[in-house]
C-alpha cells in the first residue's frame, strides 16, 4: 500500500524557515527506483484552491517552483531513500496553508493536482508573529 508521510509543519515567524520532509513507501519493488514518477509538493489555505507549489521529476531533472516561492522554497529528493524535502526560507504570512507531498506515475513536472493519484494527509503551516 503506498503511502507518503509528511511532517515538519508549525508555526514560523514571518522572515522565518521550516523545513517540511516527506516519506515514502509502498510503491512496487519493479518501480523502486522511481524513475517513472514526479514528487509534487501543494498547499491549499482556508477558502482556496489547491496549488502546487513545487515538484521534481527524476526522470529529466526538472524542478519547477510556484513563481511567488521562487527563491524562498527549495525542493530536494533522496531517491535512495525515498524521501523528498521542501526547505522554505524567508516565511511569508500568505505562506499560511496546509501543505501536501504528492506522488505522480509520470516522467514530467506538473502543477495540477488531478495528475496526482498519491497523496499524504498534509502538515499545516503558519506564519504569523
Known amino acids: 500500500q503506498v503511502q507518503l508521510v509528511e511532517s515538519g509543519g508549525g508555526l514560523a515567524q514571518p522572515g522565518g524557515s521550516l523545513t517540511l520532509s516527506c516519506v515514502i513507501s509502498?510503491?512496487?519493488?519493479?518501480?523502486?527506483?522511481?524513475?517513472?514518477?514526479?514528487i509534487g509538493w501543494f498547499r491549499q489555505a482556508p477558502g482556496k484552491e489547491r496549488e502546487g507549489v513545487s515538484c521534481?521529476?527524476?526522470?529529466?531533472?526538472?524542478?519547477n517552483y510556484l513563481d511567488s516561492v521562487k527563491g524562498r522554497f527549495f525542493l530536494t529528493v533522496y531517491y535512495a531513500h525515498n524521501k523528498g524535502f521542501l526547505q522554505m526560507k524567508r516565511l511569508k504570512p500568505e505562506d499560511t496553508a496546509v501543505y501536501y507531498c504528492a506522488v505522480a506515475r509520470r516522467t514530467s513536472c506538473s502543477g495540477d493536482f488531478s495528475d496526482y493519484a498519491y497523496w499524504g494527509q498534509g502538515t499545516q503551516v503558519t506564519v504569523s508573529s
Open positions: 521534481i521529476s527524476q526522470r529529466d531533472g526538472g524542478i
Open positions: 509502498g510503491f512496487p519493488v519493479d518501480d523502486y527506483i522511481m524513475d517513472d514518477y514526479i
